[in-house]
């Protein structure tokens, strides 16, 4: 079973999609895959479907989505049969797997299985762990890289076209929230290669993505005092404080304070901070 969530919702077996069109099978396809091999039990499905209040049909619908994703899985093995690609044998003599066999129903819930196919979270998960590595090792070269790689695996918000409920909803945020982890390294890295001039386009896009985080701000910043733009990097970090002020009632913090002082006297020019540990990357599922 391969599964894509770093973006739209893409899952595959034997290369056909499984994927429905219809907005709950997929919520519950979604949180199916987040964890894959794991069993979901009935009332997290119910909760992420309709809430804290669900109909008293809510069980019955639930089984009649279940059965509509087990019908798609079994036109999968169908396919697989037929071209001969599919694994539709357990052990290549005994009988042909069914889609109970791949969704199952187990005490209390149901379990999808992963079938060691590709996951693009954990493809993610294993390219910025290597890469958070690399830049504690100060080899920044091959954290770029591997950071961009793991980036690359985005093609956009995580789960862009699901209707997330209660419980998809922090799996999207923490995903997202690794996917700025690694952006933020990437950049420092390529920072720390000399690359200012070719961040600039990409930092201004972000620190009016993200017009709080005080990371980018920083990156940027420096990125323009070190293309000969002092007066644009000093003006970046009276709107981050602006806004903080405004929107936190907090002021910037002593590092990026003490970037805007030294890029003020047009001193040395230091790094921004970087955190006493590598990030962490999210693992779901």
Known sequence: M???????????????????????????LALLALHADQVVPVGVLTEELWGAEPPRS????LQTYILQLRELITTALEDGARDGTGEDARDGTGPRRTAKDLLLTVPGGYLLKGDDGISDVREFGRLAGTGYRAMDAEDHPQAARLLREALDLWTGPA???????????PHAKQLE???????????????RLGRHRELLAEL????????????????????????????EALGAYQRLRATLVR????EPSSALAK??????????????????????VARVG
């Not at 970037?259 to 962490?280: F, H, K, N, V, Y």
């Open 247 to 250: 929107t936190m009632g907090l």
């Open 58 to 61: 809510a069980r019955a619908t």
């Open 204 to 231: 201004t896009v972000l620190v009016n993505q993200y017009p709080t985080h005080e990371s980018l701000c920083g990156q940027y910043m420096l990125a323009l005092y070190r293309s000969g733009r002092r007066g």
């Open 259 to 280: 970037l805007q002082r030294s890029i003020l006297m047009s001193g040395p020019d230091p790094l921004p901070a970087r955190p006493a540990t590598s990030p962490s």
């Open 159 to 169: 789960l862009a076209d699901v209707h997330c409920g209660p419980h998809l909803q």
């Open 177 to 191: 929230e690794s996917r700025l982890c690694a952006m933020d390294q990437r950049v420092e890295a390529d920072l």
């Open 2 to 28: 391969d599964i894509d969530v770093l973006g739209t919702l893409a899952v595959r077996h034997n290369g056909v999609s499984i994927t429905p069109t219809a907005p709950k099978p997929r919520q519950v």
